[in-house]
């Protein structure tokens, strides 16, 4: 599994971007796909996960309302929508794949495949 997270780049708060999380080398339509994210000196964090179908969507609180996540997978690919974005969201993004269908915790030890991130700066 090679994952391939993109999308991200320099924005202005209030700001949307998507980020996509593609697989080169193989499917993982058959797992549960996570955003996690994290900035210097601070433990990686879950953002956002759904399930291999598209269902069961989950979000930490503060992204909650903000940021949608979803998945093609005919296309192999999952998305983070990130609307109305601040300066607090500023982080490198990660995609990640579960070992389980669904997720079934936030944990990053679930999480068994990561993408290398991509940077969201969002400025004030």
């Known amino acids: 599994v090679q994952l391939q997270a993109s999308g991200g780049g320099l924005v202005q708060a209030g700001d949307s971007l998507r980020l996509s999380c593609t697989n080169s080398?193989?499917?993982?339509?058959?797992?549960?796909v996570a955003w996690f994210r994290q900035t210097p000196g601070k433990e990686r964090e879950f953002v956002a996960s759904?399930?291999?179908?598209?269902?069961?969507?989950s979000y930490t609180d503060s992204v909650k309302g903000r940021f949608t996540i979803s998945r093609d997978n005919a296309k192999s690919t999952v998305y983070l929508q990130m609307n109305s974005l601040k300066s607090e969201d500023t982080a490198v993004y990660y995609c990640?794949?579960?070992?389980?269908?669904?997720?079934?915790?936030?944990?990053?030890?679930?999480?068994?495949?990561w993408g290398q991130g991509t940077l969201v700066t969002v400025s004030s």
């Open positions: 990640a794949v579960s070992r389980w269908a669904e997720a079934r915790s936030q944990a990053r030890e679930e999480y068994i495949y």
């Open positions: 080398r193989r499917t993982f339509s058959n797992n549960a």
């Open positions: 759904i399930g291999w179908r598209g269902g069961s969507p």
